[in-house]
């Protein structure tokens, strides 16, 4: 089955500058690679998501990025605030099957 | 409704006991999925059911968890004889159906195991 790995664990940025999370999967049948972000006490959230047919989206601060050939997706989020500070989710998934999560990344951006 | 909706939010049960946990999906969605978050961890997969298709029970960890979907719609979380362990918050999620959609979870219901 499906393994997902993720790093760091923590992160630790000033404010205005740049945080990357860096995934890795394992199985070549899966397509659709979302990105959750929690808020401590709070439910996941899903903040962006990208198709394997594709190799990079943005919305706003936030991009992903994919490579398939080296089975791995990353997180960039630009000019960070402190309300980026929460635990971020990578999971990588195929059509019909359930999400398999990382084991999540820490931020704390740090005003 | 406009969410999921899982109950009861908070339970503290003791050792042995059964407990039940609720999940209410979005309207409409034919996917819905359980998975259990142990304090500081990731997010680990239970179950998952698709309509009216058999449920996907590979992440269940012991026996004594089951889960049922009613009607498509509303499902419950059972876990058997609670163990310490069994400690976590258990969320639920939904979606439109298979494919490449992203879920939307339910605000998780914290089990307590004393």
Redesign the interface.
Known sequence: GENVEQHPSTLSVQEGDSAVIKCTYSDSAS??F?W?KQELG?????II?I?SNVGEKKDQRIAVTLNKTAKHFSLHITETQPEDSAVY?CAASS??T???????TRLSVIA | GAGVSQSPSNKVTEKGKDVELRCDPISGHTALYWYRQSLGQGLEFLIYFQGNSAPDKSGLPSDRFSAERTGGSVSTLTIQRTQQEDSAVYLCASRPGTGTVGYTFGSGTRLTVV
């Open positions: 397509n659709y979302p959750y709070k439910r996941p959230q899903l998501d198709r989710f059509q019909d359930p999400l398999v999560f990382g084991k999540g």
